[in-house]
């Protein structure tokens, strides 16, 4: 397999995340919708550091921030840190539990919603509502499927 064969699956990956950013759910489950493009980030991050790092997490977070709407470089920003503090440690984190790695997604993903929140504030004066938080705990709780389904798509399309 070519490496740019390998990185076209990658980027199908990450619309298809992007995708399920913008699919329209009831206004109830909007609040809990998971940070689907983030933990691609995160997932593809941890995987193949070499391919998907900070750069690819900015213009996903770009497209991200143009396809919900918000001010441009916010999202584009938070994926960026959080590429960044994944790809530093991707080695110690490979090493971890399913539920060591889970409760870390979590604190990356808490860090990612109050960096937007805190751009947001400063940019546009939104008000902090706890709200925020829900898509921390399904990015959790959703973290093992996705990876273990991103697994099973890498090894099987043998991406490198």
């Known amino acids: ?14 619309l298809a995340a992007l995708l399920l950013t913008i699919i329209p759910l009831p206004y109830q489950m909007t609040l809990f919708r998971p940070d689907w493009a983030l933990l691609v980030i995160i997932y593809w991050t941890l ?25 441009l470089g916010v999202n584009a920003l938070a994926f960026s840190v959080v590429s960044f503090i994944v790809a530093a440690n991707y ?25 937007l929140f805190w751009l947001s ?15 921390v705990l399904t990015g959790m709780l959703a973290w093992p499927w996705l990876f273990w389904l991103l697994r099973r798509y890498r090894r099987q399309l043998k991406i490198q």
């Not at 397999?1 to 990450?14: D, K, V």
């Not at 550091?49 to 977070?61: D, E, L, Q």
């Open 91 to 115: 080695l110690k984190i490979r090493n971890f539990s399913m539920l060591q790695q889970a409760l870390l997604v979590a604190m990356f993903l808490a860090l990612y919603q109050l960096l």
């Open 1 to 14: 397999m070519r490496p740019a064969q390998g990185l076209g699956y990658i980027y199908l990956s990450l």
């Open 121 to 135: 504030h400063f940019l546009t004066g939104v008000n902090f509502r706890p709200g925020y938080l829900w898509p």
């Open 47 to 71: 995987a193949l550091p070499r391919k998907v790092s900070i750069g690819t997490a900015f213009v996903v977070g770009f497209l991200t921030d143009i396809l919900v709407g918000t001010v």
